[in-house]
């Protein structure tokens, strides 16, 4: 019987269990929203993936069909002010104080310096609370729990604070035309949550600004441990460090705003950098403006990413903080009052103005046009988060499914303010 030949060797090169291959999968269209738990609100997003990586990312808005411009032309300007709660419903003192600035321009009201100390304190609280959910949600987002619960204990306790000036928790309607509806009270019990922290027992009665000090001089230091839950915690910095990088000149294209622009390094702030009738109410403050990069920064940041625009948050509560504590002490060293009279039906001149504030998603803009009536022509306003949302698309080309969620939180954008 003949032998058989040995197959010739096979090198490792043409051995088939060394080839590797390119695994393709088929195209698929992915929903993400508009119930999803990372989408933010009733917002879609429309994912064209292969396999785990993302090749489109599409936002579909247009689920609230709230119509809040049309509304603002059937309704003098003054009444209008409870729908523009409803526009950023997490910063609605910030929204109040926009929409009245607008209608102070075209009607050439002054606010008296005692009002404005007090527009400056409220608006700040307002964007400490906003900041303070924006980044527990962020970190819910991603898989931590702890620092949501932390940040609402904290919300809670400026929620107290509004509660004892208007009455409301959420939807305030109390910066309005002229100043304010009420003044900060002269005397106010000292709220359970923060009497627990204090130590100041519950009940005790203080001024309403003495109330506000307890809490910043408690909350400050509680700073330092949201850095410790999720800015130098290491799996936070391994899902956001690096990842939906945006340079100035996409967020400057995408008309980015807020601290959204300053994470990539844009030095732009309303409240320095805007028109007069809105600057003025920070004239003589000490603040900063936090901009990118940063050198406590964690290596495997780059300008522009997650990790950075978060930062750029966490850095605002640090001057809202200090901005607080300037206010409440211009306040109680001015004397006089604190709004002036503005009539309901006050007829408005045919003009249009246009006036941008910085709110804590960015710059939230609205647009009036008189014709001599007490009720607008055209009402419209800008969206901040409208802007920031349409940049999604690019930076989520390339990254993981898992990825998205990261990127658009760091947008930090709130659906009410979207879709008007």
């Known amino acids: 019987m003949n032998a058989v030949a040995a197959p010739p060797p096979v090198s490792s090169l043409e051995d088939p269990r060394t080839i590797e291959f390119d695994v393709r999968t088929d195209e698929m269209l992915v929903n993400m929203g508009p119930q999803h738990p990372s989408t933010h609100g009733v917002l879609r997003l429309l994912l064209r993936t292969d396999g785990e990586i993302v090749r489109e990312c599409t936002p579909h808005i247009g689920y609230l069909h709230r119509c809040a411009e049309k509304i603002g032309e059937n309704l003098t300007p003054a009444q209008y002010v409870p729908y523009t709660d409803r526009m950023d419903y997490l910063a609605a003192m910030n929204m109040n104080l926009g929409w009245s600035c607008t209608v102070e321009k075209m009607l050439g009201i002054d606010v008296p310096e005692k009002g404005r100390h007090l527009r400056v304190a409220i608006a700040e609280l307002n964007r400490i609370a906003s900041h303070l959910l924006g980044m527990g949600a962020y970190g819910l987002d991603l898989g931590s729990f702890a620092p949501f619960l932390y940040a609402f204990r904290e919300r809670e306790m400026i929620l107290d604070l509004f509660e004892h000036v208007c009455g409301a928790r959420l939807t305030y309607s109390y910066l309005t035309v002229g100043g304010a509806t009420h003044d900060f009270p002269e005397v106010v019990p000292m709220p359970p949550g923060l009497a627990a922290m204090t130590g100041v027992p519950e009940g005790t009665e203080l001024s309403w600004c003495d109330v506000v000090r307890q809490f910043l001089k408690w909350f400050e230091p509680r700073i330092t441990e949201y850095h410790t839950l999720l800015t130098r915690n290491g799996i936070f910095i391994k899902r956001t460090a690096g990842l939906g990088v945006m340079d100035a000149d996409m967020a400057i294209g995408h008309g980015c705003t807020g601290p959204t622009l300053r994470g990539s390094g844009v030095d732009h702030d309303l409240r320095r950098d805007g028109e007069e009738i809105y600057t003025r109410h920070y004239d003589g403050y000490d603040f900063e403006i936090p901009v990118g990069p940063f050198p406590e920064a964690p290596p495997e940041a780059v300008l522009g990413d997650n990790w950075t625009r978060f930062y750029v948050r966490m850095m605002e509560v640090v001057q809202s903080v200090s901005l607080i504590r300037q206010a409440l002490d211009r306040y109680e060293a001015t004397d006089g009052p604190f709004r002036v009279a503005h009539r309901w039906n006050q007829k408005l001149p045919k003009d249009e103005v246009y006036l941008e504030t910085e709110c804590p998603r960015g710059q939230m803009g609205f647009g ?44 930090d954008v709130v659906m009410g303010e979207i879709d008007r």
Do not use: E, H, Q, T
């Open 368 to 411: 009036i046009v008189g014709d001599g009536s007490p009720i607008p022509v055209r009402a419209r306003a800008k969206s901040s988060s409208f802007c920031n949302l349409s940049v999604i698309g690019p930076l989520s080309v390339g990254c993981f499914i898992a990825d998205v969620p990261s990127i658009l939180g760091s947008l």
